[in-house]
T-cell receptor, first 113, second 116 residues
Framework: KAGVTQTPRYLIKTRGQQVTLSCSPI?????VSWYQQTPGQGLQFLFE???????NKGNFPGRFSGRQFSNSRSEMNVSTLELGDSALYLC????????????FGEGSRLTVL | AQKITQTQPGMFVQEKEAVTLDCTYD???????LFWYKQPSSGEMIFLIY??????QNATEGRYSLNFQKARKSANLVISASQLGDSAMYFC?????????????FGAGTRLTVKP
């Protein structure tokens, strides 16, 4: 079956702009998590959604937001981009909220100039 | 506080040899899960192996095995018969309180290079 799909794969934005990233989970998976990966900070948890509700949120400013749709697809948005937001944004899905194993997409690589 | 520690930024191994990647963790929960992921240069995180805190036997998945020492809070990944395609970043991760809303925390990773 198809894996986790993230779009776009690569994008370049300038400071102050906003960006929306999309994630389609594996069919049947209802939980979607987002992570930010940078060389300096490593993998950091952003948020987790289950059944259209945010269940958990990491330590990121309010500029980072997300949502989940009824078909389990998820989007995350970053407003007022800063240079430090340049990162690989990884989406992961799992069948249930309490299922430990996560299945990741290939990520969206954001560059902020 | 650092939950997951991977002390080896980089490791080299000869093709067909075995290699151990270290991971120690910190938790006060009795129920938790430990995971290893592989990240090739493409960026995708690939799940390798899982160990539950109550599992008495070490987990194995093909050439991957997890050396789980609960008292020492270590969960080392052993890759047997290394292949060139094993060259990648490897991340140890933990999810505490599997029945609570706890996010998965990752270590800093170890870059493994397999030499021909």
């Amino acid at each position: 079956k198809a894996g986790v799909t993230q779009t776009p794969r690569y994008l370049i934005k300038t400071r102050g702009q906003q960006v929306t990233l999309s994630c389609s989970p594996i069919s049947g998976h209802r939980s979607v998590s987002w992570y930010q990966q940078t060389p300096g900070q490593g993998l950091q948890f952003l948020f987790e959604y289950f059944s259209e509700t945010q269940r958990n949120k990491g330590n990121f400013p309010g500029r980072f937001s997300g949502r989940q749709f009824s078909n389990s697809r998820s989007e995350m948005n970053v407003s007022t981009l800063e240079l430090g937001d340049s990162a690989l944004y990884l989406c992961a899905s799992s069948f249930g909220l309490f299922t430990g194993e996560l299945f990741f997409g290939e990520g969206s690589r954001l560059t902020v100039l | 506080a650092q939950k997951i520690t991977q002390t080896q930024p980089g490791m080299f191994v000869q093709e067909k040899e075995a290699v151990t990647l270290d991971c120690t963790y910190d938790t006060s929960d009795q129920s938790y899960g430990l995971f290893w992921y592989k990240q090739p240069s493409s960026g995708e995180m690939i799940f390798l192996i899982y160990q539950g805190s109550y599992d008495e036997q070490n987990a194995t998945e093909g050439r991957y095995s997890l050396n789980f020492q609960k008292a020492r809070k270590s969960a080392n990944l052993v890759i047997s018969a290394s292949q060139l395609g094993d060259s990648a970043m490897y991340f140890c991760a933990m999810r505490e309180g599997l029945y609570n809303n706890n996010d998965m925390r990752f270590g800093a990773g170890t870059r493994l290079t397999v030499k021909p």
